[in-house]
């Protein structure tokens, strides 16, 4: 992997060039280039005795999205905040007209409730992460998943629920920058979630959880919200330095 990713950064390198770029001994380079070679990766240019990877290189790429790209970049800031705050964290991605939970903190918080988080999928409009997604997605976006959701849960608009017609709620998650959840869903626990951006795309949603009774909503708004929103914009930038390389 170190010698198809130097050939892969360069346009074009020979198997001395690599040798010294990767400190792999040069008998060594011949050998895995050759094996790349046979497997389609990388070809060898007879007049200039460069190697350059070829089109099937591309393919070890192409599962890669970017809800990979921001899981990776979140995870590490995901466990700094959770030990800060201690209250358990999810990182959240829309998926089929759902809320999938990627990743978690349950684990490590000595306040969670849950366990097992991880792949469980979640209602969009009753959940702060589904709200966070609406709230900030573009406009046409927003308008091609509510038709969606009306279709799939035979809604009619206004959409009013348990907590507050929606488009309140999604009006006050764009004032207070992040969407959240006070009644309704899991009612022991109440939440607050902020967008991780790609451009003006909401590629996830990072969701603080707390116990109603220990916080009241407030309370947590003015202790939280401002190191939420802080945390996810580190991930937006993170991730837009790797979509840029």
Not at 26 to 36: A, Q, S
Not at 188 to 199: F, H, V, Y
């Amino acid at each position: 992997m170190q010698v198809l990713q130097a050939v892969n950064q360069r346009n074009g390198l020979k198997a001395a060039e690599i040798a010294v770029d990767t400190s792999i001994p040069r008998p060594t380079v011949y050998r895995l280039l050759e094996t790349l070679e046979g497997l389609g990766f990388v070809s060898r240019d007879h007049s200039s005795e460069k190697w350059r990877p070829t089109l099937q290189a591309k393919s070890l790429s192409s599962g890669f999205r970017d809800k990979d790209w921001v899981t990776q970049s979140a995870v590490p800031e995901m466990v700094r905040l959770g030990r800060e705050i201690l209250w358990p964290l999810d990182l959240v991605t829309f998926n089929d007209h759902q809320m999938e939970i990627r990743e978690s903190t349950h684990n490590i918080s000595p306040y969670s409730i849950d366990h097992g988080m991880v792949g469980l999928k979640l209602p969009v409009l009753d959940t702060s992460g589904g709200r966070t997604y609406l709230a900030f997605s573009p406009d046409k976006e927003r308008e091609r998943t509510l038709a969606g959701l009306e279709a799939q849960l035979g809604l009619k608009r206004p959409i009013v629920l348990q907590d507050g017609p929606l488009d309140y709620i999604l009006a006050q998650a764009r004032d207070l920058g992040v969407g959240y959840r006070k009644e309704g869903f899991r009612s022991a626990t109440k939440s607050m979630s902020a967008p991780i951006l790609s451009g003006d795309r909401v590629v996830a949603c990072l969701t603080i959880i707390w116990t109603a009774s220990a916080l009241s909503f407030d309370n947590a708004i003015e202790l939280y919200r401002s190191r939420l929103l802080k945390t996810t914009q580190r991930i937006s930038r993170a991730l837009a330095e790797h979509t840029c390389q």
